[in-house]
């Protein structure tokens, strides 16, 4: 196990996408690390279900010493084992609506380093797989794993059962290759033209999308994404595809979404989604309106890569081999967060170009050319010959408790999109107004 005094890493700002980042590259490079001051500028403070789910996971394959791994902790010590530990399934659950795709932010870079004697790992996390504030599920399958397949990373999803808030009760299955050889650096820094245009769209649970309802989506789908296609000269041709998803029928939850992606001339995926809030009913086209609006938003940035993605892409450029840029709008602020804690935890120096007067600007770094496991597979078990997924049906999880010390005896408390339970004022001051507070569910 490592020995060395812990890097201090100051979490108050970039919430969880600091603790990942962080305890990832500590058990990668077997640097320890301390967190402290975790979500400090948050109201509550502290590590919440979700956090620790990814924490805890990151630490089992590692067989990572753990100090400080409770809800609502702000200071945590992670020392990192000798090892990653693939092979066979790996499994996250946060037991609450937190986010899929932010489990999968965890263990996808661990498991592409991890000792698998099959080549290969199954991943599977449950909880949200559409929720607020975190990457939608089709996002993180029809453009993060493309754009990660260009440093190298191969993984494909396998399966899935959609939970949206607040129930959550979501699985993704992710099968992920062990690599054979350090990640490649990555040039995006030309946009190309518009190659397609497409909508993933999806309805939760299936009997409540009528076939009416699959038309309009398609239909309003459609004319957004061709109105977006006819404002841009040159694009013409660009293909347009919209495809529903009607989801099963023991899928968690009344939800609906959208994802829509426009794929260049040169393999760059730019994006935008919107989510349906049922409690207040929004239709259909609303939002598919919305997400539209955003797509040319985005399109009109003239960038390679989206501020959806430019965080999360830059993990796999410290790690690898050579020098990657990337041509993106201004870094926001999960970017500079990542790009601290990279620098102090990996060596990796980010620079900054700013360009059209700060309108946008090249990110590049060259990574440390982190090898592969020590221990690879012989022969890597063929896709068709892996065992088949075992589907397992939605368990509703336990109430949790109320949090202790908040609010006054009988004062209301309602629940969050982590599963937690906070009082009005601490909803105003979280979420910074009283909307989230009026969809929330009721409890007393």
């Known amino acids: 196990m490592a020995t060395s005094g812990p890097v201090r890493i100051d979490g108050a700002d970039g919430g969880g996408q ?18 402290v001051n975790i979500r400090g500028a948050r109201n509550p403070p502290g590590l919440k279900a979700q956090h620790l789910t990814g924490i805890k996971a990151c630490a089992d394959v590692n067989g990572a010493a753990l100090t400080g791994g409770v809800i609502g902790s702000e200071d945590v010590v992670f020392v990192p084992g000798t090892r990653v530990a693939g092979g066979g399934e790996v499994v996250a659950d946060a037991q609450t609506a937190g986010s899929c795709t932010l489990l999968l932010q965890t263990l996808l870079p ?14 599977v996390v449950r909880g949200g ?16 794993l493309p754009t990660l397949a260009r440093f190298g990373v191969q993984a494909q999803v396998v399966h899935h059962r959609r939970g949206v808030f607040p129930k959550g009760q979501g699985e993704v299955v992710v ?31 299936v009997n409540q999308m009528s076939e009416k309802d699959a038309a309009f989506l398609k239909r309003a789908c459609r004319d957004a994404l061709t109105e977006l296609r006819s404002a841009y000269e040159g694009t013409a041709e660009a293909e347009v595809e919209v495809v529903v998803h009607g989801e099963a029928e023991d899928a968690a939850g009344h939800g609906a979404g959208v994802v829509l992606v426009a794929e260049t001339t040169t393999g760059m995926r730019l994006t935008a989604s919107a989510l349906k809030d049922v409690k207040r009913k929004t239709p259909f086209g609303e939002i598919v309106s919305a997400a539209a609006a955003q797509l040319a938003a985005v399109l009109e940035q003239k960038v390679a890569v989206d501020e959806e993605t430019q965080d999360q892409v830059l993990l796999f450029a410290a790690l690898a081999q050579g020098t990657s840029r990337f041509l993106t709008v201004p870094p926001s602020d999960h970017t500079k967060s990542a790009m601290e804690v990279l620098t102090a935890l990996v060596g990796t120096e980010f620079h900054v170009e700013p360009l059209d007067g700060g309108a946008r600007c090249i990110i590049s770094c060259t990574g440390c050319t982190l090898p592969p496991a020590a221990a690879l597979a012989q022969e890597v078990l063929p896709a068709q010959a892996r065992p088949p997924v075992q589907k397992t049906a939605p368990v509703q999880p336990q109430q949790p408790p109320r949090p202790g010390g908040r609010g006054r005896g009988g004062e209301e408390r309602r629940q969050d999109a982590d599963g937690q339970w906070y009082t009005r004022r601490e909803f105003e001051e979280y979420y910074r107004g009283v909307g989230e507070w009026n969809r929330a569910p009721r409890r007393r």
């Not at 350090?182 to 245009?197: E, I, M, N, Q, W």
């Open 110 to 123: 661990m498991m592409l380093y991890a000792e698998a004697p099959q080549g290969y790992t199954r991943v």
């Open 175 to 205: 099968d992920v290759e062990q690599l054979a050889a350090p990640l490649a650096a990555v040039d995006f820094t030309d946009p190309g033209s518009l190659a397609r245009l497409y909508a993933h769209v999806f309805v939760t649970p």
């Open 18 to 35: 600091v603790l990942r980042n962080s305890f990832v590259v500590a058990a990668l490079l077997q640097r320890p690390v301390q967190v």
């Open 129 to 144: 797989t559409d929720v607020a504030f975190s990457p939608p599920l089709d996002y993180f399958t029809h453009a993060l």
